[in-house]
């Protein structure tokens, strides 16, 4: 019987705290999902990125990080304002799995609350690894952001000229 | 003729000053229509309860308050982002009903405004009997807020273990 | 404790059908919630009234056939397109049930899948019964479809001039 | 003061029937809004062109008639399930109006209900001059079609390979 | 060949500024696209007005300024969530247009980003002539605003008594 | 430079005709980006597999053909009503992507007029691997069906109790 978990982020964008997870997550399980939440939105302060070129730059980081990409299912999610029905929308858009990993609270207890097990996991060096600190940087004008992802994330965020947008993005709105 | 009347609110929990409120437009209607508001919300700071929780809970307190439940007419309602369409939208949703109670002077204009007579309440109490206030205490963790609300409330909010909810969603949020 | 089932339709109109089981069904909880489905339709050959006008249709029929209205949570809910999400969805908004009273097979099916109990109920007389029967004898003009819905009902689509309603609707459209 | 009229179509495509009746409105209002509907529909059966296409169409075919463009309102709309809500919705996206002129028995019992005044016009040769019979023709692959529109709109149809795209939706779809 | 520019605002209200860019870009393109955007809002603090009543003051507006109404090519059109599909959207209403003009370096970025021509316009005295700002001196109370809108602009907000809705928008909320 | 390539369908459920077409593309590209289409729906007639599901059988299936998963990227995609968007709302949920292969004329349409270079392919023979026949066999009671689709996706339908369900579908409906 495949053993399938499941974990939940936004990746905006990819940084090495989550292929740090998906690395260890995979020692636990057969197949893992991974949600790729709040689908719907870009070019906005919190996300800015699209969910074609998350997807582009999580496979390419799970490809630098000798992830077997056959055993990754991504999945991207749009948000929706029920959140007591989040989880079950979760399970129609998803294979069965039997394990949540989050190191988010309010996902455990959402899932919880449905009966599915939930593990807890760290992100190694919050402060380090954080989406909302990779932007910040950006926007600020620092290089530094470029430590905090794969070089992989890096180089397709030089393609399409994230830092750039997300310049934009926070200076102005529609 | 039957006389019906109109109350709205989203009832996250309800209170005694909605029960005060429900009773004493009772005394000049025959049937009250209640709308429960922002129905889409649930597992957020603003709106911790669902739908479902907040009609069970709005039940349990009338009856405890000795309120014929027959002469009540519970009406969840989603919020629209065109607000001039809501009392039309309203409207649709219910059964006719010749005049409007609210404490909220936007509702009561929107109503005004599409020539629905309005009859403006005072709540009782208003600082105490908040739902605004009583969220703030279930997270600081203080036991206060259960002198605001009805004991069948009370004792819901326990089966559903929603302080601990509430708490979860303001410490995190999806 | 508090036994409570649910029972869906569409109550376009509520008709003596629906009543009848609605009579049967109170033999056996305590407390019947009744979903109004297909609650964002009207003006349409299938669903002609409102929600309002269904819910004050249903509440008026209830009181004429002397079931009593405290036993009766009625509740519209809008159709969504993944079924799959249904039943959940159906819970985020009604107070906690046991046990599911229908005749349709599909909503039967919906809820085994997810482990809620059923009871299929058979609509006596079907064939004289129906909301469909009951619309098309409307439009070709007999007023033999009195027969088949309660007084007070009738009386509240010659109020709202229903007929006239349909007729147009079925005619035309948008 | 301003007499406002109101005309709606779904102009898929604008035709000389169309063309005659905005002529005849327009010498007993100062200026009158057109309503294009079902908006959010394109590369379909029913509704060929897009919104774009339609407004683009309408104003070349209204100055090939020598209609002053400046007393034209013209407003795509989006459909919406709750006709019941039609009308105000129509409200919410128009300047005032007083009298809406209408060929369709369903949009002037929508207009009545909500107590505007409607004045019934006659399309002229309806079986001529009908959306409906002009799609056919052009997926027959007959260019009978081109004598019921301006040739305002057989240029912009031209332009946009309107007739190949309406013969592959024919075959196909999505 | 018609040359159409295209270009964005709120419009919550037009004022002068606006109306200055307008006439400017009319000496350049043959016909000017006018979207409102955020179309689905009204009655809040950034949204007061309807979008049938910004289509009433921008007409009557441009008509003060003497602008030949019949160039312009006024459309409504609501906020997606998905900006990278915005360009395309806004294309989908419209009929083609090869330029646009905007003060405001989002739009200028997502209209870039999709290759369509740009050419960046100066607000005049942007600190003036400012919808937030006009829309600040409503609440407070100042008649100042006046001097920054159209004259035909302030007869409107008048008549549909818009500084004391949105003096009531500011001070509570539904 | 990696060749991406993309097909679309809507798996109900995944046949050998499918297969044989990604084999056969998986030729001629690095990565083939697999869009699940109508991935709103599920428990109806034309689509009774929720997304989830289709994810899961094609994944087994690719698997059963020894096609190397990490090459495929699945994209689940809800239709949308606006078709003259599509191609873009594609586009902001993918990858990068080139060459479209399609058997489909409207597919093939709508990328060609945003420009888009398409591959028409033939499914081979396609009266026998069609879903809309397998669908059909399965509602009559047939077991024909089980020799059009790979035997992981026959071990998933009958886990999942798919024929019972579709066939509760086609006697009914919500």
Same mark, same amino acid.
């Given at each position: 019987?495949?053993?399938?978990?499941?974990?939940?982020? $936004?990746?905006?964008?990819?940084?090495?705290?989550?292929?740090?997870?998906?690395?260890?997550?995979?020692? #636990?399980?057969? #197949?893992?999902?991974?949600?790729?939440?709040?689908?719907?939105?870009?070019?906005?302060?919190? +996300?800015?990125? *699209? *969910?074609?070129?998350?997807?582009? &730059?999580?496979?390419?980081?799970? $490809?630098?990080?000798?992830i077997d990409l056959?055993?990754?299912?991504?999945?991207?999610?749009?948000?929706?304002? +029920?959140?007591?029905?989040?989880?079950?929308?979760?399970? *129609?858009?998803?294979?069965?799995?039997?394990i949540v990993y *989050?190191? +988010?609270?309010?996902?455990?207890?959402?899932?919880?609350? &449905? +009966?599915?097990?939930?593990? &807890?996991?760290?992100?190694? #060096?919050?402060?380090?690894?954080?989406?909302?600190?990779?932007?910040?940087? &950006?926007?600020?004008?620092?290089?530094?952001?470029?430590?905090?992802?794969?070089?992989?994330?890096?180089?397709?965020?030089?393609?399409? $000229?994230?830092? #750039?947008?997300?310049?934009?993005?926070?200076?102005?709105?529609?």
């Open positions: 019987m495949v053993l399938r978990g499941l974990f939940v982020g $936004r990746f905006q964008p990819p940084h090495k705290g989550h292929l740090e997870i998906i690395r260890k997550i995979l020692n #636990e399980v057969d #197949e893992l999902i991974i949600i790729i939440g709040s689908a719907q939105y870009n070019y906005t302060l919190r +996300n800015p990125f *699209t *969910t074609g070129e998350r997807i582009w &730059m999580l496979r390419e980081a799970l $490809r630098e990080y000798d056959s055993r990754i299912i991504i999945v991207p999610l749009n948000d929706i304002e +029920n959140n007591a029905l989040w989880v079950r929308y979760v399970q *129609t858009h998803t294979p069965p799995f039997s *989050t190191g +988010n609270e309010f996902v455990a207890k959402l899932f919880k609350d &449905m +009966n599915v097990e939930v593990k &807890m996991v760290d992100m190694i #060096e919050r402060d380090k690894y954080s989406g909302t600190r990779i932007r910040e940087l &950006m926007i600020k004008g620092s290089d530094e952001w470029k430590e905090f992802v794969p070089k992989s994330v890096v180089k397709i965020i030089e393609i399409i $000229r994230g830092v #750039e947008r997300l310049k934009i993005v926070a200076r102005t709105s529609l």
